[in-house]
Structures are given as structure tokens and as C-alpha cells.
Antibody, heavy 114, light 109 residues
Framework: QVQLQESGPGLVKTSETLSLTCTVSGGAISSYYWSWIRQPPGKGLEWIGYISYRGRTNYNPSLKSRVTISMDPSMNQFSLRLSSVTAADTAVYYC??????????WGQGTLVTV | QSALTQPPSASGSPGQSVTFSCTGTSSDIGGYNYVSWYQQHPGRAPKLLIYEVNKRPSGVPDRFSGSKSGNTASLTVSGLQADDEADYYCSSYAGSTGVFGGGTKLTVL
């Protein structure tokens, strides 16, 4: 089973860029697809986007203009950048292993407050 | 890309069965056999229960089963237990992107 751990600032100022990193252990990042998913307090899940083992990305159309997902195979990490944040971007952010749009392994989540 | 539609709440007594619905469109649920279901307890990360409409990952009890008809997917939990009280989310592939439902809160009476 793959383990994932999110890291990054818990507080971001309005209009700045949110940056998070997911560190993967127990599996090579170059072998799967990897997604970011968020959950505003008290609300449901929202898929943000994924990066493939080849570095191909795809994003939620509602966030596409502000999102960048990248990967660093040498560190077995992938990252999320979300620009021009507002209070509506306050959420618990999860990273997850993605296979066929099913999310098999999840990080514990990290709360980011704008 | 609109969220999938799930009823906000459901309830059942221990030992009973409960079925959750998840309604989408021909562009997501109806167009692909990539529907998955997740269980989320308060303060915890979601857990995969069902993938590809009706397949269970190793370790998930066979009390959990999934199905699909047209643009609507369903999750049935049989033999309800107290620990089944949680939020349940559906998700579907939507042609290179993904979409979740709003979630259903299950109360075990």
C-alpha cells in the first residue's frame, strides 16, 4: 500500500499562491497517476486535477486557469500550486493515488486557510 | 462539469440495508464504467469502497456493493453496523476529468 503525506503552509494570504507538496512512499511516483482533491469545511469533495506518471496533467475546468500540478520523480513527490487564492479556496487539501479515476490511497489531508 | 447529485441524508437501523443513489449525465456516469464510492468518517480521509461501478478493493467487506443503471449509480450497504455511520461520496470519470457527488450522510439509528 502506498503512503502519502501532504506538506505546506497552513495559512495563505488572499491573492497569493497556495503551494503544497505530496511525498509518496511505498511506491514509485513514476508508476501511477496522482491527484489533488480538496474539501471545504463542512462541504463535499472537489477534484482539482491529476498528473500522470509521464507528467501529463489534467485539471478541473473550474480551476484550470489557476492550477499547476508538477512532479519530481527524484524526490518521489508531486506538487500543487493554486494562484490568486480567495477565502473560497479554504479547504482541507488531499493528495491521492489515482487509478481509473478511483482514488485508492489518500494522504491525511492538510487544512489551508486563506 | 457539474457535481453528481446525491441525497443529503439517509438512515437505517442496525442489520438493515440502505441504498444510496448518485445521479449524473451521459457525459459522466452514463458514459463510462468508472464510478467509485468512498466512505468518510469525521476528521478522516475518504476510503475507497467501490471502483469501476461494482468492484471492491481487497479488505472491503462484501456488505458493500455497487451498481449502475443509465445515468444513476447506486451503493448498497447491507447488514448495517454502527461504524457505517459516515459520509458517502460517489465519483465518476467525465472524459479526462473527474467529478464527485455532494455526499450522503448516513445515520445508523
Amino acid at each position: 500500500q502506498v503512503q502519502l503525506q501532504e506538506s505546506g503552509p497552513g495559512l495563505v494570504k488572499t491573492s497569493e499562491t497556495l503551494s503544497l507538496t505530496c511525498t509518496v512512499s511505498g511506491g514509485a511516483i513514476s508508476s501511477y497517476y496522482w491527484s489533488w482533491i480538496r474539501q471545504p469545511p463542512g462541504k463535499g469533495l472537489e477534484w482539482i486535477g491529476y498528473i500522470s506518471y509521464r507528467g501529463r496533467t489534467n485539471y478541473n475546468p473550474s480551476l484550470k486557469s489557476r492550477v499547476t500540478i508538477s512532479m519530481d520523480p527524484s524526490m518521489n513527490q508531486f506538487s500543487l500550486r493554486l494562484s490568486s487564492v480567495t477565502a473560497a479556496d479554504t479547504a482541507v487539501y488531499y493528495c491521492a493515488r489515482d487509478a481509473g479515476n478511483s482514488f485508492w490511497d489518500w494522504g491525511q489531508g492538510t487544512l489551508v486557510t486563506v | 462539469q457539474s457535481a453528481l447529485t446525491q441525497p443529503p441524508s439517509a438512515s437505517g437501523s442496525p442489520g438493515q440495508s440502505v441504498t444510496f443513489s448518485c445521479t449524473g449525465t451521459s457525459s459522466d456516469i452514463g458514459g463510462y464504467n468508472y464510478v467509485s464510492w468512498y466512505q468518510q468518517h469525521p476528521g478522516r480521509a475518504p476510503k475507497l469502497l467501490i471502483y469501476e461501478v461494482n468492484k471492491r478493493p481487497s479488505g472491503v467487506p462484501d456488505r458493500f456493493s455497487g451498481s449502475k443503471s443509465g445515468n444513476t449509480a447506486s451503493l448498497t450497504v447491507s447488514g448495517l453496523q454502527a461504524d457505517d455511520e459516515a459520509d458517502y461520496y460517489c465519483s465518476s470519470y467525465a472524459g479526462s476529468t473527474g467529478v464527485f457527488g455532494g455526499g450522503t450522510k448516513l445515520t445508523v439509528l
